[in-house]
C-alpha cells in the first residue's frame, strides 16, 4: 500500500473533530510514508486534510476536473495537480492511482464516491481495502442503515463484512493492512436465479 484515496467534504462541518481528523488523517498517513490521492480541492476538509499531509511531509495528488480550477477550488500547494474533463474521470483517476479508499465525513458527494469504491469491490473489480472513519459517530446511521440492507438480503453478510469501519486512523490503516479480500460473487440467491431460468 503506497497511496490512500482520501474521500472527504469541501466543507469543514458543524463540529471541530472533523477539523482534527482531517487534520490527523492527513498527519498519520505522511509519517507512514503513504501518499493521499483526493479530490484536488483547497476548501474544506479537503484543504485541511491536504495541508496537514504536506505540513508533515507527505506526498498528495489532486486530482480535479478543469471546470473547478476555474473557479479557483483547485489546491496549488500539492505534490501534483492532475485536471481531467469530468467528474467521471476523475473518480476513475483517483481509483488507478490508489491502493485503498477512505471516506471522511462529508456530503453527497462523498457518499456517491464511497459507494462506488464500496461496489466495485463487491463486483470484484478491484480487491482493495474501503474504509469508513467514522469521526464523532457520523457514520453510525450508514451503518446501521447497511445493516438493515444487509438483514433484506439486498447485502451479503460478507460484504457487510468487508468494509472497515473504525473511529481511530491508526486502526483503521493497521486492519488496511492486514486485509485480505476473497472473491464471494455478488448474487444473493445465484440458486434461486438459475432455477427460475
Given at each position: 500500500m503506497?497511496?490512500?484515496c482520501?474521500?472527504?467534504?469541501s466543507s469543514?462541518?458543524s463540529?471541530?473533530?472533523y ?6 488523517c492527513?498527519?498519520v ?13 483547497n476548501v ?7 495541508d ?6 507527505g506526498?498528495?495528488?489532486?486530482v480535479?476536473?478543469?471546470?473547478m480550477?476555474?473557479?479557483e477550488?483547485g ?7 492532475i485536471?481531467?474533463?469530468?467528474m467521471?474521470?476523475?473518480k476513475?483517476?483517483?481509483a488507478?492511482?490508489s491502493?485503498?479508499f477512505?471516506a471522511l465525513?462529508g456530503?453527497?458527494?462523498?457518499m456517491e464516491?464511497?459507494?462506488e469504491?464500496?461496489?466495485w469491490?463487491?463486483l470484484d ?8 472513519l467514522n ?14 440492507m444487509r ?6 453478510p460478507?460484504?457487510?463484512?468487508t468494509?472497515?469501519v473504525?473511529?481511530?486512523m ?12 476473497q ?9 434461486q ?5
Open positions: 503506497k497511496r490512500v482520501i474521500y472527504c467534504g469543514p462541518g463540529l471541530p473533530e477539523a482534527a481528523a482531517a487534520r490527523r492527513g498527519t498517513l505522511a509519517e507512514r510514508g503513504l501518499a493521499v490521492v483526493y479530490g484536488g480541492g474544506g476538509l479537503m484543504g485541511i486534510l491536504a496537514a499531509a504536506l505540513a508533515a511531509g506526498e498528495v495528488v489532486g480535479i476536473p478543469h471546470r480550477i476555474e473557479r477550488l489546491h496549488e500547494g500539492v505534490t501534483s495537480l485536471a481531467v474533463d469530468s467521471h474521470a476523475r476513475q483517476k483517483m488507478d492511482l491502493d485503498a477512505i465525513p456530503g453527497i458527494g462523498t464516491e464511497l459507494f469504491a464500496f461496489t469491490l463487491q473489480l478491484h480487491h482493495k481495502p474501503v474504509g469508513l469521526v464523532a459517530g457520523f457514520y453510525d446511521r450508514l451503518v446501521e442503515f447497511l445493516a438493515h438483514a433484506e438480503r439486498f447485502l451479503k460478507e460484504h457487510f463484512e468494509l472497515v473504525e473511529d481511530n491508526d486502526r483503521l490503516l493497521d486492519r488496511f493492512a492486514r486485509f485480505n479480500h472473491p464471494t460473487g455478488k448474487w444473493m440467491d445465484s440458486k436465479r438459475s432455477s427460475r431460468g
